[in-house]
């Protein structure tokens, strides 16, 4: 089940964010996306620290949360 959906600038930075849940979990999604852009931006500035290969479009898990996967 999808709960959020965002759409992410060149500059690594959200445009658009929509959640679907009530409006007390909005705050929580706004936290994850933007802990998950953190992690892709470190990932893609330091691909020889974080990735075996440069080829590698997998990041993997981004944020660990106990009730989604992101």
Known sequence: ??????VVGHQNNPLY????????????????????LDVIDERVNNPKKSAPTLNETF????????????
């Open 1 to 6: 089940m999808i709960v959020c959906v965002a």
């Open 17 to 36: 964010l929509q959640s679907f849940t009530e409006a007390d979990d909005a705050l929580k999604l706004h936290h994850v996306v933007h802990c998950s």
């Open 59 to 70: 990041l993997g898990l981004l944020y660990p949360t106990e009730n989604y996967k992101v």
